[in-house]
């Protein structure tokens, strides 16, 4: 019971600690809100920014910053514009009356010129540097003739110097200001936009100049902490960057300060390079740089008040929330928050396609299986309805007049029902007749019998048409059923090749890159898309060297030893003048050899058979021949359709029963002419060489395997006859060094005088001494010719293969150091 009780005690703690830190985390996440709102969407930064540039000096004369960052405020944010004058001028009022009321008329100068020219120039945004060019020169003016009564040559130069660094600064702020999170900007940034923003807040911090705490610079100690945040965040390269382009405005602002830029670059290196000890890292190169550029330009007072300083920015920095330092990397290329974002993104990307493909799939199967279900029970209660009606329709021409209408339909129901319904089967199996029996009984039974039993003759010849009518109905929305559900599993397929991510394989990507290496070849980079057996795939970039074929003679036969299977060059582009681009596949453990033979009636041009071999994906090889009806060009256009048909269907992924289905709806529907062609179809798994055989309409097929020979046949009627037929697949397992022979009719048909086609041919043959697949074809078209005199008297087709092990080139090459570790 006592530990129970703790038990329920320690609970109810968990649950209170969790409920209170959940509570501090809603607190915080409302406190961030409404400092968010409170500096950015009411635009209190802007006043503190406004009056930092009101008071920032350059050559501790020119205050160039005033006027652009009012324009740029005026241009992107008109509302809040009164909020950042009001700052720029009394951030000015702390340096004289005269800066203060300088602010003002140069801002008020500047608004109405831009009210005049922007009437006459619609891009407002390309005319605001050129108004603060013009208002900063002419009020420089106006000033030194105020107040010096006279224009000399160097009021005129600082004049101009002034409008010079407020154009540039206009640019500058006009890209800055909307990195401020004003819209919630989400892309990456650019790097002159980067550029921007660090003068932007360098320039803020000039107007800290001459702020002390204790003897410490509060500019030298928001500067570094400037630095120690951007080198953390980016590295070396845009820490380095940050130090420089700050150092380099503080020097302009104030002499003295020349030694920080140095500083502050130096540091921003060094902590950019330590960044992988996290913060700890940064900081310490902030006090490396910090007691080597004290000791060389100062003495022990001053590098003590500099030790102090980047003591107060490494305890700033350190309690930064990894919050900002996280949100600010998004947005900086080649941080690793910034690929973590843009792999999240396509991601989310990948996920929102596959889920649309797989929503089509869905579509697709709901139709499919729309048009396929309850199909048999439907027909079931379509006939009996039928046959009612069928009845229904006699008996209003016979039975409604009879007089023994009450006695047939009303006493003896069952048996007049079954009498009329046995006439009309035997009459539609018999084309109109009955049998004798059947006759007289119904003599007995009916006085009409002569009238029904014609009545019964006319209707059904009506009915089945409509039978038939229907049955073509059916049979269409089965072949539409099936499409449907080949199209379906194809998306459904593809929709998970989506999805499938690539595999980490850092460590595999180095060994097989240092063991290449190590051999002596000079290879920049690896890249693992897959690993599995039977399906590797690796991109290789590699110093383009002309004609030496290092990568099919050296690295796949290394690649071949480290993976423990057969590697081949896929593909090998040239993509620089310096550098080639190969891709290494897996090689497929059989290869197919054809051979050829096809002749056109009478010796024409134009054949009435079409063949074709085609590598599809997935390992696998389709060869197939077409035989249009007749000959000549209508007969080549029919077969060559055929095929171009069937390829592009087998190409797109579809089962090869429902791609013939699919052609074979095609051939019979597009035109009314009794136009037909035949298919003889072979599909072999390049991996195991097992093969299916699709024969719809075409001559037999045959496998010559030693003396042996298989001959593989199928019954099907040619397609285009029929809108709905069963398509018979013969499977058969291959085996190297077998030869498939296929033919059309006019060569397993052609030879003279002979009784028995198959044994003619078996015979032929086996008596071949040859295993090349051009000579065997180019011997049986020979002998079907000869045996015709001469004579070609149909288009003839003959297409041989012959399978074999697939054996590389090359030998693989011994890395047996790296085999083990890279598998």
Known sequence: MEKVERDLIDTIGEVNFGKSKAGFGVFLN???????????VKGYMLLFIGFLLGRALILAKLTPFTLPFFAAVYLTRKEKAPIALVGLIGGAATISLKESFSSFALSFIFLVIYKLLSKWKKNEQSLVPFIVLLSLVGGGLVESYLFQGEITLYSGMMSLVEGSLGFILTLIFLQSLPLLSFNKRRQALKTEEIVCLIIMLASVMTGTIGWTVYDMSVEHIMSRYLVLLFAYIAGATIGSTVGVVTGLIFSLANVSSFYHMSLLAFSGLLGGLLKEGKKVGVALGLYIATLLIGMYGEGGGVLSISIMETTIAVIIFMLTPQLLTTRIAKHIPGTTEYSMEQQQYMRKMRDVTAQRVSQFSTVFHALSKSFSSNQNLAENEDHDRELDYFLSNVTEKTCQTCFRKEHCWARNFNTTYDFMKDIMTEMSETNGNISLSLARDWEKHCTRSKKVTDAIHQELTLYQANQKLKKQVQESRKLVADQLQGVSEVMEDFAKEIQRERENHHKQEELILDAIQKFGIDIENVEIYSLEQGNVDIDITIPYNTGYGESEKLIAPMLSDILGENIIVNTESLYSNDYSHATFRSARAFVVETGVAHAAKDGGFISGDSYSTIELGLGKY??????????????????????????????????????????????????????????????????????????????????????????????????????????????????????????????FEGPKHVENFDLWMKRKIKELKTNNPQEIADLIMEEVIRSRSGLIEDDMTVLVAQINHNTPKWKSIPVQTYSQEAN
Request: hydrophobic letters at 45%; proline letters at 1%.
């Open 30 to 40: 409302k406190f961030h809100v409404k400092i968010e709102n409170l500096f950015i």
């Open 622 to 747: 389709a060869m197939a021949i077409s035989d249009g009806m007749g000959n000549g060009e209508r007969a080549h256009i029919e077969s060559e359709e055929t095929l171009q048909l069937l390829q592009k269907i087998l190409q797109s992924g579809i089962e090869e029963q429902v791609a013939i289905k699919s052609i074979n709806s095609v051939l019979s529907l597009r035109t009314t002419d009794e136009i037909f062609s035949t298919l003889d179809l072979a599909m072999i798994d390049l991996q195991n060489a097992s093969a299916k055989f699709l024969k719809i309409g075409s001559t037999p097929s045959f496998i010559k395997r030693g003396t042996k020979v298989i001959k593989i046949q199928a019954s099907n009627l040619p397609m285009g006859i029929l809108q709905e037929f069963d398509v018979d697949v013969v499977s058969e397992q291959l085996k190297a060094g077998d030869l498939l022979i296929m033919m059309s009719d006019g060569v």
